[in-house]
C-alpha cells in the first residue's frame, strides 16, 4: 500500500502561483514513478506532470508545460507541483499518483496507476 498526504490546494487569483505537495510512504515498488493528475467535472482525468523518483527523470504534458514543474525532495519522500501563471482553465482536483509502471508521455494515464491520493481543490479565478 501507499499513503498519501497532500497539501497546498486552494483559491488564488488567475496569473498567481502556488505549490502543491504530496508526502508519500508505503511500498517502495509500488512509487517508482510519481505524478500529478487533474480532474475536473464532466472530463477525463488528465496527467499533468510525472516523475521517476530515482533517476529525476521529469515529463511536463503539453497543456502546462512553461508553466508547471514537477520536483521532489527525496530525502523527505516530498513531491511538489509548482504552478506558476495560473489560469482559470487550470481549476480542478488535483490527485497524486504513484506506480510501478512507466508514466511518460502516452503512458501517463490513470489506467497505469496503481495508487492514488484523495486530491485537492485548486480554484483559480479571474
Known amino acids: 500500500q501507499v499513503q498519501f498526504v497532500e497539501s497546498g490546494g486552494g483559491s488564488v487569483q488567475a496569473g498567481g502561483s502556488l505549490r502543491l505537495s504530496c508526502t508519500t510512504s508505503?511500498?517502495?515498488?509500488?512509487?517508482?514513478?510519481m505524478a500529478w493528475f487533474r480532474q475536473v467535472p464532466g472530463k477525463e482525468r488528465e496527467g499533468v506532470v510525472s516523475?521517476?523518483?530515482?533517476?529525476?527523470?521529469?515529463y511536463i504534458s503539453d497543456s502546462v508545460k512553461g508553466r508547471f514543474t514537477i520536483s521532489q525532495d527525496h530525502a523527505k519522500n516530498t513531491l511538489y507541483l509548482q504552478m506558476n501563471s495560473l489560469k482559470p482553465e487550470d481549476t480542478a482536483m488535483y490527485y497524486c499518483?504513484?506506480?510501478?509502471?512507466?508514466?511518460?508521455?502516452?503512458?501517463?494515464?490513470?489506467?497505469?496507476?496503481?495508487?492514488w491520493g484523495q486530491g485537492t481543490q485548486v480554484t483559480v479565478s479571474s
Open positions: 508505503g511500498d517502495d515498488m509500488s512509487r517508482i514513478y
Open positions: 516523475i521517476h523518483r530515482i533517476a529525476g527523470t521529469t
Open positions: 499518483a504513484a506506480s510501478r509502471r512507466w508514466l511518460y508521455k502516452d503512458y501517463l494515464k490513470p489506467v497505469n496507476v496503481d495508487f
